[in-house]
T-cell receptor, first 113, second 114 residues
Framework: GAGVSQSPSNKVTEKGKDVELRCDPI?????LYWYRQSLGQGLEFLIY????????KSGLPSDRFSAERTGGSVSTLTIQRTQQEDSAVYLC???????????FGPGTRLLVL | GQQLNQSPQSMFIQEGEDVSMNCTSS?????WLWYKQEPGEGPVLLIA?????ELTSNGRLTAQFGITRKDSFLNISASIPSDVGIYFC??????????????FGQGTILTVHP
């Protein structure tokens, strides 16, 4: 596709379960980012990938959060033992390089019951 | 963590009116960006600013990179109903070790009455 895609678009899970969120960046974009947006708030940076490595993972809120990127393309954000405060929209963005314009996907809306 | 203070939080205006919103920070930024987000979508870049004092227009939108590098504003002239959405400022900290990391403001919710 032409833009950043994310799946699933919506996810409802029970507290304590693990979830995986997927991001497909724009083809050829070497940089990939994850952000979290809580209701009525701005975007909070989580992690930045350049290729398959993550030079900045300073925004991950706890060790329950992890992310990986394979083949310089698809990325997966995993949240283990989900908590209700993890409920938010998780947005992925990609860019040609680290300083390039970031193009956002539509997000995954996560609700932890 | 670093925050951008964006104001106002919300605006209710009549179609045809001009709109102004701004962001301030206690730290210096080397890039300022303005995004618009519509319901169910990710943010879309409207304007990017790279130099202190830079004034850039995109149609009815005009944005400026403050001289102090700690603030930016966005103006929308002659608003129309499709301007409705949430507007975010974002920036890259000067001297930051992560090019990728953007810091976002809290957003301005814009409602335009026909």
């Amino acid at each position: 596709g032409a833009g950043v895609s994310q799946s699933p678009s919506n996810k409802v899970t029970e507290k304590g379960k693990d979830v995986e969120l997927r991001c497909d960046p724009i083809s050829g974009h070497t940089a990939l980012y994850w952000y979290r947006q809580s209701l009525g708030q701005g975007l909070e940076f989580l992690i930045y990938f350049q290729g398959n490595s993550a030079p900045d993972k300073s925004g991950l809120p706890s060790d329950r959060f992890s992310a990986e990127r394979t083949g310089g393309s698809v990325s997966t954000l995993t949240i283990q033992r989900t908590q209700q405060e993890d409920s938010a929209v998780y947005l992925c963005a990609s860019s040609l390089g680290g300083a390039g314009t970031q193009y956002f996907g539509p997000g995954t809306r996560l609700l932890v019951l | 963590g670093q925050q951008l203070n964006q104001s106002p939080q919300s605006m209710f205006i009549q179609e045809g009116e001009d709109v102004s919103m701004n962001c301030t920070s206690s730290s210096i930024f080397n890039t300022w960006l303005w995004y618009k987000q519509e319901p169910g979508e990710g943010p879309v870049l409207l304007i990017a600013l790279y130099k202190a004092g830079e004034l850039t227009s995109n149609g009815r939108l005009t944005a400026q990179f403050g001289i102090t590098r700690k603030d930016s504003f966005l103006n929308i002239s002659a608003s129309i109903p499709s301007d409705v959405g949430i507007y975010f400022c974002a920036g890259r900290l000067a001297g930051g070790t992560s090019y990728g990391k953007l810091t976002f403001g809290q957003g301005t919710i814009l409602t335009v009455h026909p």
